[in-house]
């Protein structure tokens, strides 16, 4: 059904995708979406069941995992090629994840 509820959560989507790499911020999607911040975070959990950031990590740790797969990039280009400039926070949430880390999943 295509609900404004829909439609802004395609402009949500979207964004996502083509801002995964630079710093984007909730106030970014909120303003996207023509909201507060925190007016944003409650309907953006309310749709998907996870918080933007959780969904944002979570887009950037399955690029990772697949340019690990497809690439020989090191783990730190691959970590700033997806939009995390903090190469322990992407391995940790990697880690995470994944349950191993970044040099662990690339040798599977």
Known sequence: ADTP???RLKTVVQLVNEGYAGALHVTDAAAACGCSPSHFMRWFKKMTGQGFTAYL??????????????????????AGRVGFDNLSYFNRLFKRRYGMTPREYRSK
């Not at 979570?58 to 280009?77: C, F, G, K, S, W």
């Open 5 to 7: 509820d829909t439609r």
């Open 57 to 78: 990590n979570d887009h950037r740790l399955n690029l990772a995992a697949e340019l690990l797969r497809i690439t020989d990039a090191t783990v730190l280009d691959i």
